[in-house]
C-alpha cells in the first residue's frame, strides 16, 4: 500500500470523535491490512502535520436484516490519531 489516499478511506465523524478533537485526536476509517505505522506516514503526508502516535481498532460489522434476510454489514479498521502538541490541527476538521 503505497498510496496514502489508499490506506486512509474517510473520518468518522461522530460526536464522541468530535469531542476528542480538543485533544488534537482525529478518527479514521483506514484500509483492514494497514498497520500503525502505514497510518502514521499517510496521515504525516496528506495532511502535513507530526503525528505522535497511532490506535488502531477492528471493528465488527453489525447483523442487519431486510425483512426475513438476514445480512452483515462489512468488518472495517478504525484508527485514532494524535498529532504532537507543536502540530497544527488537521484542516478538514476545523470547520466541524
Known amino acids: 500500500m503505497t498510496n496514502p489516499h489508499d490506506i486512509i478511506i474517510k473520518p468518522v465523524v461522530t460526536e ?3 469531542m476528542e478533537m480538543a485533544e488534537k485526536k482525529y478518527t479514521f476509517v ?12 499517510a ?10 502516535k497511532v490506535n488502531t481498532m477492528n471493528m465488527i460489522g453489525k447483523m442487519k436484516r431486510m ?8 468488518n472495517w479498521k ?19
Open 30 to 41: 483506514v484500509a483492514k491490512k494497514a498497520n500503525k505505522i502505514e497510518i502514521k506516514k
Open 78 to 96: 478504525k484508527a485514532v490519531v494524535t498529532l504532537t502538541d507543536g502540530s497544527k490541527g488537521i484542516e478538514f476538521f476545523e470547520g466541524m
Open 16 to 18: 464522541n470523535s468530535m
Open 67 to 74: 425483512g426475513k434476510h438476514i445480512g452483515r454489514r462489512s
Open 43 to 52: 496521515v504525516e503526508k496528506i495532511f502535513d502535520v507530526k503525528v505522535e
